[in-house]
């Protein structure tokens, strides 16, 4: 009898495995022990191993008892191998349970989580029902540790009038959500509540070590009343989030986008809405995600209240490398806000740094906005670019800025800020780049040094009332470039005249005004080319070539020098490049020696030999200027072959030559040039008279052509005077 039952359960549960196993060529699960699993959960053993399963419509009734996972299947994978519809709400009190939805669609089912290990990946949810049992989350995380969320898409328009969330982690005090996980997910979230309820596209209670990472979060949501606990806020004053985070300490938000939109604003006062919403959360980091928060259904000289990053009581929180951007229609004179960035105290320990922020409405606007009304605030803020446009005015609440500092101690530096008024500014408006410009209770410190404020406007900074307080080496750049740049920017409150500065140990001196003109200038001349460095190094001169060249070692043929310019080395065809000297070197032969001969007719004699200078024969063809521009740099003379000086030439028409210019005029002192013949004896200055005897002596055919001039000439004259006489007879 033993037998035989034992044959029969082996038997029943090795059909239930084959109906359990699959194939996983297509990326669905496999279960490979099965038979044997169950087989030892009715033989009583204790042990359970892991199993895989895949779940389709037809057999998850057999996995899941109204709607809650059976708890033999604690550590097993459940694999979702078809889109299912209407599922309702499934539940895991399991641990150890991964769902793994293989890109597959549940249709309006949600769960709900409360079990520690528990793993959601690669799921869609599209959601457009109510589940109030699931507090209307399209997934619930409560009492549970460790849970991972990966890779999942979640779309859900909840109906109208609805509280509803996306994803829901409700700790408690007294049962934290730790460890949670919730990386590479996308939540497109619509709130239709506008007079009731919550909105909460993400909400996280008491999950301390949460990691939220490279998510991306579309929230569209109405505006709504915040409900302030006295003079501060609390998580469940808000009612309309894409985020939000309450006693979450040492948790990270890193890589995520976040995108909020207001779609509807209903008639309540002070509609406002927060894109984040952090509070009572210590030693958190919010790094590298870009937020935007818009609202178009606002019109201009209708306030509203949008704050992107909004933060109540936290200590040591690092908000680094974000790009924020808050722009809205809406905003009026003196009421409404678009601020980035607002923190509420107390807080320390705060570090805003490495940021672009930018925000633009139609009425008052900062970028980032702190207050210490419930508490101290010791704030740090470094290396931010922020751009900021609205509405400023002489009114206390018409303030435009790019930070405004109501704090007990901080330090803001190296800040690139942009403000702008959408009217034409007057001295008297409230627009400036950094301030403490509406009154707080406590005693105010700042550093604020090495900023750059780019403003419409008359001031870098303004402040009421300071103790303690350096405001030094900062730059007011006016957009208007004839702007006035001879004056202080920094305004000071009644409170800090300049004769209490030695009295609160202030300094507000060093600060400078420019234009827009001269900052783009100073720009230009910082920006340095990183590319790769550049190191000449001169070519190899492997022929031994000198660019020390001796003309007289060219050799001329008649009647003249052939293949042009004498003076280009190459140019003989016979030989090579002269490296100098008057001897028969590189190919060239030098026919003119120190023969005392007169050189080749109609050309000068370049030995020099026959004691006649250069200057005697530079009306026979030749051409002084090229001769004495062919300058030898090295020779300490300043001469071509010792030949030409240049040295006292006053002609910008010519160098002289040997105290002669080309144009034949004598220069203010005659300079002696040493011949290239052997003899090198210094050559007497010449008179007009003696050139004009050497021209004669030197040139028998212009002598020729200047008598047979003359000859005609006077016949010309002879004939003339003929005529005249003629006419004066008649």
Same mark, same amino acid.
């Given at each position: 009898?033993?037998?035989?039952?034992?044959?029969?359960?082996?038997?029943?549960?090795?059909?239930?495995?084959?109906?359990?196993?699959?194939?996983?060529?297509?990326?669905?699960?496999?279960?490979?022990?099965?038979?044997?699993?169950?087989?030892?959960?009715?033989?009583?053993?204790?042990?359970?191993?892991?199993?895989?399963?895949?779940?389709?419509?037809?057999?998850?009734?057999?996995?899941?008892?109204?709607?809650?996972?059976?708890?033999?299947?604690?550590?097993?994978?459940?694999?979702?191998?078809?889109?299912?519809?209407?599922?309702?709400?499934?539940?895991?009190?399991?641990?150890?349970?991964?769902?793994?939805?293989?890109?597959?669609?549940?249709?309006?089912?949600?769960?709900?989580?409360?079990?520690?290990?528990?793993?959601?990946?690669?799921?869609?949810?599209?959601?457009?029902?109510?589940?109030?049992?699931?507090?209307?989350?399209?997934?619930?995380?409560?009492?549970?540790?460790?849970?991972?969320?990966?890779?999942?898409?979640?779309?859900?328009?909840?109906?109208?009038?609805?509280?509803?969330?996306?994803?829901?982690?409700?700790?408690?005090?007294?049962?934290?959500?730790?460890?949670?996980?919730?990386?590479?997910?996308?939540?497109?979230?619509?709130?239709?509540?506008?007079?009731?309820?919550?909105?909460?596209?993400?909400?996280?209670?008491?999950?301390?070590?949460?990691?939220?990472?490279?998510?991306?979060?579309?929230?569209?949501?109405?505006?709504?009343?915040?409900? *302030?606990?006295?003079? @501060? =806020? !609390?998580?469940?004053?808000?009612?309309?989030? /894409?985020? +939000? #985070?309450?006693?979450?300490? &040492?948790?990270?938000?890193?890589?995520?986008?976040?995108?909020?939109?207001?779609?509807?604003?209903?008639?309540?006062?002070?509609?406002?809405?927060?894109?984040?919403?952090?509070?009572?959360?210590?030693?958190?980091?919010?790094?590298?995600?870009?937020?935007?928060?818009?609202?178009?259904?606002?019109?201009?000289?209708?306030?509203?209240?949008?704050?992107?990053?909004?933060?109540?009581?936290?200590?040591?929180?690092?908000?680094?490398?974000?790009?924020?951007?808050?722009?809205?229609?809406?905003?009026? *004179?003196?009421?409404? @806000? =678009? !601020?980035?960035?607002?923190?509420?105290?107390? /807080?320390? +320990? #705060?570090?805003?740094?490495? &940021?672009?922020?930018?925000?633009?409405?139609?009425?008052?606007?900062?970028?980032?906005?702190?207050?210490?009304?419930?508490?101290?605030?010791?704030?740090?803020?470094?290396?931010?670019?922020?751009?900021?446009?609205?509405?400023?005015?002489?009114?206390?609440?018409?303030?435009?800025?790019?930070?405004?500092?109501?704090?007990?101690?901080?330090?803001?530096?190296?800040?690139?800020?942009?403000?702008?008024?959408?009217?034409?500014?007057?001295?008297?408006?409230?627009?400036?780049?950094?301030?403490?410009?509406?009154?707080?209770?406590?005693?105010?410190?700042?550093?604020?040094?090495?900023?750059?404020?780019?403003?419409?406007?008359?001031?870098?900074?303004?402040?009421?009332?300071?103790?303690?307080?350096?405001?030094?080496?900062?730059?007011?750049?006016?957009?208007?470039?004839?702007?006035?740049?001879?004056?202080?920017?920094?305004?000071?409150?009644?409170?800090?005249?300049?004769?209490?500065?030695?009295?609160?140990?202030?300094?507000?001196?060093?600060?400078?005004?420019?234009?827009?003109?001269?900052?783009?200038?100073?720009?230009?001349?910082?920006?340095?080319?990183?590319?790769?460095?550049?190191?000449?190094?001169?070519?190899?001169?492997?022929?031994?070539?000198?660019?020390?060249?001796?003309?007289?070692?060219?050799?001329?043929?008649?009647?003249?020098?052939?293949?042009?310019?004498?003076?280009?080395?190459?140019?003989?065809?016979?030989?090579?490049?002269?490296?100098?000297?008057?001897?028969?070197?590189?190919?060239?032969?030098?026919?003119?020696?120190?023969?005392?001969?007169?050189?080749?007719?109609?050309?000068?004699?370049?030995?020099?030999?026959?004691?006649?200078?250069?200057?005697?024969?530079?009306?026979?063809?030749?051409?002084?200027?090229?001769?004495?521009?062919?300058?030898?740099?090295?020779?300490?003379?300043?001469?071509?072959?010792?030949?030409?000086?240049?040295?006292?030439?006053?002609?910008?028409?010519?160098?002289?030559?040997?105290?002669?210019?080309?144009?034949?005029?004598?220069?203010?002192?005659?300079?002696?040039?040493?011949?290239?013949?052997?003899?090198?004896?210094?050559?007497?200055?010449?008179?007009?008279?003696?050139?004009?005897?050497?021209?004669?002596?030197?040139?028998?055919?212009?002598?020729?052509?200047?008598?047979?001039?003359?000859?005609?000439?006077?016949?010309?004259?002879?004939?003339?005077?003929?005529?005249?006489?003629?006419?004066?007879?008649?």
């Amino acid at each position: 009898m033993v037998t035989f039952l034992s044959l029969t359960v082996v038997s029943a549960h090795d059909a239930n495995a084959t109906e359990l196993i699959s194939d996983n060529s297509n990326g669905t699960c496999i279960v490979s022990s099965a038979a044997v699993a169950e087989d030892n959960q009715i033989l009583g053993e204790v042990d359970k191993p892991d199993l895989v399963v895949n779940i389709t419509s037809d057999n998850i009734d057999d996995y899941f008892i109204r709607g809650r996972l059976k708890s033999i299947y604690a550590y097993a994978t459940l694999c979702i191998s078809e889109d299912i519809d209407d599922l309702g709400i499934l539940t895991i009190k399991s641990n150890n349970v991964t769902i793994n939805g293989n890109n597959h669609t549940l249709k309006n089912t949600v769960f709900s989580i409360e079990a520690n290990g528990v793993t959601l990946n690669n799921i869609t949810l599209n959601i457009t029902e109510k589940f109030e049992d699931n507090e209307n989350s399209a997934i619930l995380i409560w009492r549970a540790n460790n849970v991972n969320i990966y890779n999942t898409n979640i779309n859900y328009i909840p109906p109208q009038d609805t509280t509803a969330y996306g994803i829901y982690s409700e700790g408690t005090k007294r049962s934290l959500n730790s460890n949670l996980k919730i990386i590479n997910n996308t939540i497109n979230f619509e709130g239709n509540n506008p007079s009731e309820g919550r909105d909460y596209a993400v909400c996280l209670e008491y999950s301390p070590n949460c990691i939220f990472e490279n998510n991306t979060v579309n929230a569209r949501l109405p505006l709504r009343t915040i409900a *302030f606990d006295l003079t @501060t =806020a !609390y998580l469940y004053s808000e009612f309309a989030l /894409a985020m +939000g #985070i309450s006693n979450c300490n &040492n948790s990270t938000f890193k890589g995520n986008i976040i995108n909020c939109d207001v779609n509807e604003r209903p008639e309540c006062s002070f509609p406002t809405l927060d894109a984040i919403f952090i509070c009572d959360s210590k030693d958190c980091e919010f790094i590298g995600n870009q937020l935007t928060l818009t609202d178009f259904k606002s019109y201009k000289n209708q306030p509203n209240y949008l704050y992107g990053l909004d933060i109540y009581r936290a200590d040591n929180l690092l908000v680094e490398g974000n790009n924020i951007h808050v722009e809205t229609s809406g905003g009026t *004179f003196a009421a409404g @806000t =678009a !601020y980035p960035i607002q923190l509420t105290g107390p /807080a320390s +320990g #705060i570090i805003i740094k490495y &940021n672009e922020i930018f925000s633009k409405c139609n009425g008052p606007n900062i970028g980032i906005y702190s207050q210490n009304f419930n508490g101290e605030n010791y704030i740090t803020i470094l290396n931010n670019h922020i751009n900021v446009t609205g509405l400023a005015g002489n009114h206390s609440w018409a303030l435009v800025a790019g930070i405004e500092a109501q704090d007990d101690n901080d330090i803001i530096m190296n800040n690139i800020i942009e403000i702008h008024n959408i009217r034409k500014t007057t001295k008297e408006d409230n627009l400036y780049g950094i301030s403490y410009s509406q009154e707080t209770k406590g005693t105010h410190s700042y550093k604020v040094v090495n900023n750059t404020v780019i403003s419409d406007g008359y001031y870098l900074s303004h402040m009421l009332d300071a103790d303690n307080t350096t405001v030094t080496n900062n730059t007011l750049v006016r957009t208007y470039k004839y702007a006035d740049t001879n004056y202080d920017p920094f305004k000071r409150g009644d409170a800090i005249g300049k004769d209490t500065d030695e009295i609160k140990n202030n300094d507000f001196s060093g600060n400078r005004v420019i234009t827009i003109f001269e900052y783009e200038i100073e720009q230009q001349g910082d920006e340095i080319d990183e590319g790769d460095e550049f190191n000449y190094e001169p070519p190899t001169n492997t022929g031994n070539h000198s660019n020390i060249i001796n003309g007289s070692g060219i050799s001329p043929l008649k009647p003249g020098f052939p293949g042009g310019n004498p003076l280009i080395p190459g140019s003989n065809s016979g030989g090579t490049i002269n490296t100098g000297g008057n001897g028969n070197v590189g190919g060239f032969t030098n026919p003119d020696v120190a023969d005392g001969d007169k050189g080749y007719i109609g050309l000068p004699d370049l030995s020099g030999d026959d004691g006649k200078s250069l200057s005697r024969k530079f009306n026979q063809r030749a051409n002084v200027k090229t001769v004495n521009s062919f300058n030898n740099q090295g020779d300490a003379s300043n001469s071509y072959n010792n030949l030409v000086s240049t040295e006292n030439s006053t002609s910008s028409e010519s160098p002289s030559v040997n105290g002669v210019t080309a144009s034949g005029t004598i220069s203010k002192s005659a300079s002696s040039a040493g011949a290239a013949g052997s003899s090198g004896a210094a050559q007497e200055s010449l008179k007009a008279y003696e050139i004009t005897k050497n021209i004669v002596e030197n040139g028998p055919y212009d002598m020729i052509r200047f008598i047979g001039l003359a000859i005609i000439c006077e016949l010309l004259l002879i004939v003339g005077y003929k005529r005249k006489e003629t006419k004066n007879l008649d």
